[in-house]
């Protein structure tokens, strides 16, 4: 059976035999819900590069210490690959955000495309987006991942032209694109950009300008998926390819 996984803030200074209070919504969930006792075993991650495993030793109502027995420290995983979601409506967006976050996506960037049929503002804005960040959160956990998933703010498409000319290597996903994203080498190191569309599709002056900024805009294959799936596919398949699925 895995050992429960909890984020704490950092654990950069610590080593074997270092006692690590975790506190706040992180140990309540521990305590109150998940009814985490004296004696169990956990993994804490600080979601930076580090993990530990320990013990714990003592519970609060918001709060509870661990003694660590061992700890490892991992390097970023390389190339680290970013997703541009646009907004999907309903809660597909954060079905995406789960999986994408599971399979070892580094940062997630919702978008804000012209056919985007959800619109993020204001209040809702900042409601959607901490619904993101929490599934992703929970998701990193429940991946055992040591570094976490980043989800950023709101993007428009200027950002997102932006994103695609520092990128190593980006792809626009186009059910229209001559281009197999078979066909396309996948760095080994650096930053792939993964950009996918809104339910409406893109429009051409998106594909002209992430087009324009470097982006290749390719196909998957034959099948048109729906947006929330699109990005999983695509960053399993780019995935599949480097030393990180090797």
Do not use: C, Y
Not at 18 to 42: F, I, N, P
């Amino acid at each position: 059976m895995s050992l429960p996984v909890h984020l704490t803030a950092s654990l950069a200074d610590v080593g074997a035999g270092s006692l690590v209070e975790v506190t706040g919504d992180e140990a309540h969930h521990a305590v109150a819900v998940r009814r985490l006792r004296a004696g169990e075993q956990v993994v804490l991650t600080d979601g930076a590069g580090t993990a530990g495993v320990g013990t714990v030793e003592e519970t609060g109502k918001r709060r509870f210490t661990v003694r660590l027995s061992d700890v490892r420290r991992e390097e970023r995983p390389a190339p680290g690959l970013v997703v541009v979601q646009a907004i999907p409506k309903g809660d597909r967006g954060e079905l995406a955000v789960e999986v994408l976050t599971e399979i070892g996506v580094a940062r997630i960037v919702p978008w804000s495309a012209a056919r985007s049929v959800a619109v993020w503002k204001g209040e809702r804005a900042a409601r959607s987006l901490a619904r993101w960040r929490t599934t992703a959160r929970e998701a990193g956990k429940q991946a055992r991942r040591v570094w976490a998933a980043e989800v950023v703010d709101l993007a428009g498409t200027e950002d997102v032209v932006n994103l695609v000319a520092e990128a190593d290597l980006a792809v626009v996903l186009h059910e229209a694109a001559d281009t197999p994203l078979a066909d396309l080498v996948v760095p080994a190191e650096g930053t792939v950009v993964v950009v996918v569309g809104p339910e409406g599709g893109l429009t051409d002056d998106e594909v002209s300008a992430f087009a324009a900024a470097g982006a290749w805009t390719v196909r998957l294959g034959a099948e048109v998926l729906r947006t929330s799936t699109a990005g999983v596919a695509a960053a399993a398949a780019l995935l599949a390819r480097t030393a990180r699925w090797g």
